[in-house]
């Protein structure tokens, strides 16, 4: 039987490396699609380690360039010819405004546009896996998201906790809308909330805040729970388009349930980014 191959983005720390070891342990292939750095490098280490496996692959790229995706994505289509799991799992919250590669607000670049980009990238090898799951990582700060079709996608004065929240109901979106438009694949896909946190993705702010959030949050052994529930349990194997709150399924907020809008998102995306939808 062939392995079934996983690949996860920004799986060198919590969550996600939490979820590449498990994925690990279950018999899966896993490919790190992660920054280049000293600690991708220590975290390839220690999920082979904590899995007891060599069934682990190192790929670099970066989030916050389409050029690096798309590169990432034909090095993969070469050493790979399916792929089971896609886990869109990187993120961060940006404390000033920066832009990406390509001239993005970078918070909307890496947790959204990537999550875009890589996906179609990806999606002729996910369309010859097995029971195939994409699953989104989001949070229920897109209550609070706003959606501005410009080419930013973001308004005219820049606010971190604002653009995270915008950034995490244009994944909400992107779920719904790839999901109608994979209707016909036997691909489905989720998006979840994993509970708050804590993680990385507070890595710009000052380390006393980082110890104090990780006082009233959870450990990324929890929140990698959801993810690993939505990635192997057959009980949601059927379900597609979907939002979770950690392991339970819910309904979206009004703000995320325009299926006009979401249409209007999916085209404006393809256009700024040049990135299309590949037809089976």
Not at 52 to 65: E, H, I, N, P, R
Not at 179 to 190: E, H, Q, R, Y
């Amino acid at each position: 039987m062939d392995k079934k191959i996983g690949v996860i983005t920004g799986c060198n720390s919590g969550i996600g490396k939490i979820t590449a070891i498990e994925l690990a342990k279950k018999g899966y292939e896993i490919v790190m699609l992660v920054r280049e750095s000293e600690k991708s490098n220590a975290a390839f280490a220690e999920i082979k380690q904590a899995s007891k496996t060599d069934s682990v692959k190192l790929m670099f790229v970066d989030l916050a360039s389409l050029a690096s995706i798309k590169t990432a994505a034909e090095s993969i289509k070469k050493e790979y010819s399916k792929i089971d799991i896609l886990i869109n799992n990187a993120g961060l919250v940006k404390r000033k405004e920066e832009k990406s590669a390509d001239g993005f607000e970078m918070t909307i670049a890496v947790n959204y546009l990537a999550t875009y980009a890589l996906t179609n990238h990806l999606l002729p090898l996910l369309r010859n896996g097995e029971n195939v799951r994409i699953i989104n990582l989001t949070s229920e700060l897109y209550k609070s998201g706003k959606v501005y079709l410009n080419p930013q996608f973001s308004p005219e004065k820049f606010s971190g906790d604002k653009a995270y929240a915008n950034s995490k109901l244009l994944v909400s979106y992107f779920t719904k809308e790839l999901a109608n438009k994979l209707s016909s694949d036997s691909i489905t896909v989720n998006c979840v909330h994993p509970g708050v946190i804590g993680t990385d993705v507070f890595r710009e702010y000052p380390r006393w805040f980082g110890k104090l959030v990780n006082l009233f949050v959870s450990k990324p052994a929890d929140g990698a729970k959801p993810t690993i529930y939505l990635a192997t349990s057959g009980t949601v194997e059927n379900l597609t388009g979907k939002y979770f709150y950690k392991m339970k399924q819910k309904q979206t907020a009004a703000v995320a349930n325009d299926m006009a809008l979401a249409t209007k998102i999916w085209e404006h995306t393809e256009n700024i980014t040049q990135v299309n939808f590949q037809e089976r």
